[in-house]
């Protein structure tokens, strides 16, 4: 309990807030050296664990954007072509046989290393964040499984590439796409919900040091409020610390219902489809407003 | 065979004599036993490492250990929102006993269930002869009839019917093979094609000391449209409701990307019970979603539902949806027609399925279908094989 509990004030140090179950898992990753699979909606803070595990363990984040037709040459390596032809150029008056001219011009120089090459070749673990794998294809997922499962690749010119240290894997999911059975059975697995009031206020608390007491207190209720609301999209934590800031940047620091002009010139930072704008008319705010 | 047994051995010991260790080595191992039959998908290998975890944690602090196994051992959202009741049933002894012995009714009651139709499947290849001819139509009228009196337990016997069990798995293979032909655009390295790969053919030039000797090409990536059904299974279309659902099965087994829901007054995602490879299985999952078959519809309550539930995650533009239902609704149409707009703005295509349309009479002036009509990509009838047969290809060409 101890090394979760010291584990979660670290990452309170490095500006995340996280349940004492999340450091459990954490922690259960840095033991068996297994890699994490966080779920959950956007912009509840999956891409911030990574960034603050790597500040915890003052190492490297190496972050991979999956993408829909993410391929091999943008996620493991490239030849570098054109320094290649130029080599080849250069080489051309020079009396070396031509097998060890041809392994010069493959060797690591003219290697370009993508996220995942990189990860395995760092002498201290990194942190890699692997972001939105459900993006990628399933052809990817494969070719991840194989990587995550024995920490090699090959580069056919190369040969074998083995990894120097274990990298701290962290993979995130927004669910648009069922991932295989067999990744998850690869990964521990982690849950994230939009937080709840206390921890919002906390993180809001470490952000945006200037929105104090009270005023911190009436912006975290009304997020939470509007995040109860049926709304195409709710905003995350990011918008909650978008709009503490842009709420003290046009001087307003308290909320209520006399504010609501005020407050509706603000909500560009919270809600982001027009249908949801819509739905907030000077009434709809002013009552939430009221009510925190 | 040897090393199993003696790795087994330990296990068995508890019942001779009394040992903590190995007590709390079966309780834990226990517990990914126990997790699987409440349906988590673990393996033998998962037992092995509940024990390497609680090597680390330890088990005096029953809350670490929660946290610990709860990463460890789920895999996705709802077994993450079940584990924790799990836990509590099976390390927290009262409520345990209760529990566990339902489950195990519930399972050995499934493995009877089994036993007994596991002749069946011999029976299609006998059937499907005439099964195919028969009309898929009348035949299922007369299960919705025989289902008039007992509506609130539907039954689900009817999934796994034999009789063109043929004709529409073929149907749907052809369905899958067609779709597979639809281009959208993305590029992928190609061995011929009309556009240069110029960044392939600079690296093929390597081979040849600089000099582009042999050129790579580009061509457009062949990806399948996603595929969203959702069935309207509400009283007025039970002659068809079954009918689909079996078309839908035998497309989830097709292809990979679809994703099924049905709906009456509420929106319920089948995907995974369709998919379930035990037909029995899957027939005892419908049957625990199917709460409200039969009764009447609101299909804009049920679209907006869905727009609001699911559709950032599944609709996207590459996602054809196919929407079954006759039309009658009692719910708002102005909100039916603002569901629809709101789906089509977010999906490829919008595809209704009307089974009652090549009736003869019939014309769509149903409230819901009028306010409908505006945001579809193509309406279509499809009251039984034959029907659907018919207009595959214009579904087809309207997925394009």
Same mark, same amino acid.
């Given at each position: 309990?101890?090394?979760?509990?010291?584990?979660?004030?670290?990452?309170?140090?490095?500006?995340?807030?996280?349940?004492?179950?999340?450091?459990?898992?954490?922690?259960?990753?840095?033991?068996?050296?297994?890699?994490?699979?966080?779920?959950?909606?956007?912009?509840?803070?999956?891409?911030?664990?990574?960034?603050?595990?790597?500040?915890?363990?003052?190492?490297?984040?190496?972050?991979?954007?999956?993408?829909?037709?993410?391929?091999?040459?943008?996620?493991?390596?490239?030849?570098?072509?054109?320094?290649?032809?130029?080599?080849?150029?250069?080489?051309?008056?020079?009396?070396?046989?031509?097998?060890?001219?041809?392994?010069?011009?493959?060797?690591?120089?003219?290697?370009?290393?993508?996220?995942?090459?990189?990860?395995?070749?760092?002498?201290?673990?990194?942190?890699?964040?692997?972001?939105?794998?459900?993006?990628?294809?399933?052809?990817?997922?494969?070719?991840?499984?194989?990587?995550?499962?024995?920490?090699?690749?090959?580069?056919?010119?190369?040969?074998?590439?083995?990894?120097?240290?274990?990298?701290?894997?962290?993979?995130?999911?927004?669910?648009?796409?069922?991932?295989?059975?067999?990744?998850?059975?690869?990964?521990?697995?982690?849950?994230?919900?939009?937080?709840?009031?206390?921890?919002?206020?906390?993180?809001?608390?470490?952000?945006?040091?200037?929105?104090?007491?009270?005023?911190?207190?009436?912006?975290?209720?009304?997020?939470?409020?509007?995040?109860?609301?049926?709304?195409?999209?709710?905003?995350?934590?990011?918008?909650?610390?978008?709009?503490?800031?842009?709420?003290?940047?046009?001087?307003?620091?308290?909320?209520?219902?006399?504010?609501?002009?005020?407050?509706?010139?603000?909500?560009?930072?919270?809600?982001?489809?027009?249908?949801?704008?819509?739905?907030?008319?000077?009434?709809?705010?002013?009552?939430?407003?009221?009510?925190? | 065979?040897? *090393? %199993? $047994?003696? &790795? =087994?051995?330990?296990? #068995?010991?508890?019942?001779? /004599?009394?040992? @903590?260790?190995?007590?709390?080595?079966?309780?834990?191992?226990?517990?990914?036993?126990?997790?699987?039959?409440?349906?988590?998908?673990?393996?033998?290998?998962?037992?092995?490492?509940?024990?390497?975890?609680?090597?680390?944690?330890?088990?005096?602090?029953?809350?670490?250990?929660?946290?610990?196994?709860?990463?460890?051992?789920?895999?996705?959202?709802?077994?993450?929102?079940?584990?924790?009741?799990?836990?509590?049933?099976?390390?927290?002894?009262?409520?345990?006993?209760?529990?566990?012995?339902?489950? *195990? %009714? $519930?399972? &050995? =009651?499934?493995?009877? #269930?089994?036993?007994?139709? /596991?002749?069946? @499947?011999?029976?299609?290849?006998?059937?499907?002869?005439?099964?195919?001819?028969?009309?898929?139509?009348?035949?299922?009228?007369?299960?919705?009839?025989?289902?008039?009196?007992?509506?609130?337990?539907?039954?689900?016997?009817?999934?796994?019917?034999?009789?063109?069990?043929?004709?529409?798995?073929?149907?749907?293979?052809?369905?899958?093979?067609?779709?597979?032909?639809?281009?959208?655009?993305?590029?992928?390295?190609?061995?011929?094609?009309?556009?240069?790969?110029?960044?392939?053919?600079?690296?093929? *030039? %390597? $081979?040849?000391?600089?000099?582009?000797?042999?050129?790579?090409?580009?061509?457009?990536?062949?990806?399948?449209?996603?595929?969203?059904?959702?069935?309207?299974?509400?009283?007025?279309?039970?002659?068809?409701?079954?009918?689909?659902?079996?078309?839908?099965?035998?497309?989830?087994?097709?292809?990979?990307?679809?994703?099924?829901?049905?709906?009456?007054?509420?929106?319920?995602?089948?995907?995974?019970?369709?998919?379930?490879?035990?037909?029995?299985?899957?027939?005892?999952?419908?049957?625990?979603?199917?709460?409200?078959?039969?009764?009447?519809?609101?299909?804009?309550?049920?679209?907006?539902?869905?727009?609001?539930?699911?559709?950032?995650?599944?609709?996207?533009?590459?996602?054809?949806?196919?929407?079954?239902?006759?039309?009658?609704?009692?719910?708002?149409?102005?909100?039916?027609?603002?569901?629809?707009?709101?789906?089509?703005?977010?999906?490829?295509?919008?595809?209704?399925?009307?089974?009652?349309?090549?009736?003869?009479?019939?014309?769509?002036?149903?409230?819901?279908?009028?306010?409908?009509?505006?945001?579809?990509?193509?309406?279509?009838?499809?009251?039984?094989?034959?029907?659907?047969?018919?207009?595959?290809?214009?579904?087809?060409?309207?997925?394009?």
């Amino acid at each position: 309990m101890n090394e979760v509990l010291g584990l979660q004030r670290e990452l309170q140090g490095a500006g995340y807030i996280a349940e004492p179950a999340l450091a459990a898992a954490l922690l259960l990753m840095l033991d068996l050296g297994r890699p994490l699979l966080l779920e959950g909606d956007a912009g509840v803070g999956k891409t911030e664990i990574a960034k603050a595990l790597a500040t915890v363990r003052a190492t490297r984040l190496i972050r991979l954007q999956c993408y829909e037709g993410l391929d091999v040459h943008s996620a493991m390596y490239e030849w570098n072509y054109q320094r290649q032809l130029l080599a080849i150029k250069l080489l051309e008056h020079d009396e070396r046989p031509a097998a060890l001219k041809e392994q010069d011009i493959f060797s690591e120089r003219y290697l370009l290393k993508r996220p995942l090459l990189e990860a395995i070749g760092c002498e201290q673990p990194p942190v890699l964040l692997i972001d939105e794998v459900d993006r990628a294809d399933e052809a990817f997922e494969a070719y991840l499984l194989e990587l995550l499962s024995d920490y090699q690749m090959s580069i056919p010119e190369l040969g074998t590439v083995r990894a120097v240290s274990k990298p701290l894997v962290v993979i995130t999911s927004n669910g648009t796409r069922e991932l295989s059975d067999a990744l998850r059975r690869r990964c521990l697995y982690q849950y994230i919900d939009y937080p709840t009031f206390a921890k919002e206020l906390a993180i809001v608390e470490i952000k945006v040091p200037q929105a104090a007491g009270r005023f911190a207190q009436q912006v975290v209720e009304f997020v939470q409020s509007v995040r109860r609301m049926e709304l195409q999209k709710k905003p995350g934590v990011a918008e909650t610390l978008d709009w503490a800031a842009a709420l003290l940047r046009l001087g307003i620091s308290t909320i209520d219902d006399d504010g609501a002009e005020r407050i509706l010139d603000t909500l560009s930072a919270l809600i982001k489809t027009r249908d949801d704008r819509t739905a907030f008319t000077r009434d709809v705010v002013a009552r939430i407003a009221a009510s925190c | 065979m040897l *090393s %199993v $047994a003696s &790795s =087994a051995a330990p296990l #068995a010991a508890p019942l001779r /004599a009394f040992d @903590p260790g190995t007590a709390l080595r079966t309780r834990l191992t226990g517990f990914a036993g126990f997790l699987r039959a409440n349906g988590f998908a673990l393996g033998g290998a998962d037992a092995v490492r509940v024990l390497q975890t609680t090597l680390r944690t330890g088990v005096l602090d029953g809350l670490v250990l929660r946290w610990s196994l709860k990463a460890l051992l789920c895999g996705r959202g709802d077994e993450w929102r079940r584990f924790d009741a799990l836990f509590d049933s099976y390390f927290l002894p009262p409520n345990r006993t209760a529990f566990t012995q339902s489950e *195990s %009714v $519930a399972t &050995s =009651a499934l493995d009877t #269930a089994q036993a007994a139709t /596991a002749g069946s @499947p011999a029976e299609p290849a006998a059937a499907s002869g005439q099964g195919l001819a028969e009309d898929a139509g009348t035949g299922q009228a007369r299960h919705g009839a025989s289902r008039e009196e007992s509506l609130l337990s539907t039954d689900f016997r009817d999934l796994n019917r034999c009789e063109d069990a043929r004709g529409i798995e073929a149907l749907m293979r052809r369905f899958a093979q067609r779709l597979r032909h639809l281009q959208l655009r993305r590029e992928a390295r190609f061995h011929h094609g009309r556009r240069i790969d110029l960044q392939g053919t600079i690296r093929r *030039s %390597v $081979a040849s000391g600089g000099t582009p000797l042999r050129l790579a090409w580009k061509e457009r990536r062949r990806v399948r449209p996603r595929l969203v059904l959702l069935l309207d299974v509400s009283r007025s279309m039970s002659p068809y409701s079954f009918f689909y659902l079996r078309l839908a099965r035998a497309l989830c087994a097709e292809l990979a990307d679809v994703y099924c829901f049905i709906f009456h007054t509420r929106i319920t995602s089948v995907a995974q019970a369709l998919r379930d490879p035990d037909p029995w299985r899957s027939q005892e999952r419908m049957h625990l979603l199917a709460a409200g078959w039969g009764g009447g519809t609101r299909i804009g309550e049920c679209l907006s539902e869905f727009n609001r539930e699911q559709s950032a995650r599944l609709v996207h533009s590459r996602t054809g949806v196919i929407v079954v239902s006759d039309g009658y609704d009692t719910g708002e149409p102005r909100l039916l027609a603002h569901s629809l707009q709101v789906l089509r703005r977010r999906a490829r295509r919008i595809v209704w399925l009307n089974p009652l349309l090549h009736q003869p009479g019939y014309s769509p002036q149903s409230q819901g279908m009028q306010a409908a009509m505006p945001h579809l990509d193509l309406l279509a009838g499809g009251a039984d094989l034959a029907d659907l047969e018919r207009i595959v290809a214009d579904i087809i060409e309207s997925l394009r």
